[in-house]
């Protein structure tokens, strides 16, 4: 009898275990799960950045020889006006945050890009720079060596693009060593 009872228990929670559990069932191939209908209440977390609130995107521009305008603005010369996008701590003044990354970079060539930096051999500082009804003045100092003539319409459109990529900036005028730009251009 206690035999009979114990079994009797085993095969009622059997039973009870399998009816508990669900079957599977397969949809047919052809039908489409049903749709729900999902409204965010929340604003969806934003994309990770490898620019921090601290940090500003600016463009320095650098030559890529003998291009003829494939690779960016045609300067005249045969060779194009690239601009290199870097990030940088964000300055009181993108401007000078700007002239600053590209007065620094003291290698002919820009990494593995193959872009030409017509002041890497010049020692230049930016002095200060000021912005005023859309004009760009730009004060530089220190000494200006080029490789050769072809160099003064790099350096002018590497230096005047650096300053025309921002919105406020309609019109530029650098002074080197208190000569403008050109003067100092025309006595190499």
């Known amino acids: 009898m206690k035999r009979l009872r114990v079994l009797l228990l085993i095969l009622v929670v059997t039973l009870t275990t399998i009816g508990c559990t669900k079957t599977p069932q397969s949809a047919p191939i052809d039908q489409k799960p049903p749709q729900t209908e999902i409204r965010q209440t929340t604003p969806p977390p ?7 609130a601290q940090e500003v995107q600016v463009k320095i521009f650098l030559i890529a020889l003998d291009d003829k305008g494939k690779s960016g603005q045609d300067i005249g010369t045969g060779d194009s006006l690239v601009p290199v996008v870097r990030t940088i701590p964000t300055p009181n003044a993108p401007l000078m945050g700007a002239f600053d990354e590209l ?10 890009s193959g872009l030409y930096n017509a002041l890497y051999r010049s020692d230049l500082k930016l002095v200060k720079s000021m912005i005023t009804n859309g004009k760009a003045e730009i004060y530089l100092s220190g000494s200006l060596t080029l490789g050769g003539i072809m160099d003064n319409p790099r350096v002018e ?6 300053a025309l990529q921002f919105s406020t900036v309609h019109e530029v005028q650098i002074y080197l060593n208190d000569k403008t730009l050109k003067d100092a251009l025309s006595l190499k």
């Open 103 to 112: 007065l620094a970079l003291k290698e002919p060539y820009y990494g593995q």
């Open 157 to 162: 459109n590497q230096l005047n693009a650096t």
């Open 46 to 52: 934003e994309e990770p950045s490898t620019q921090t």
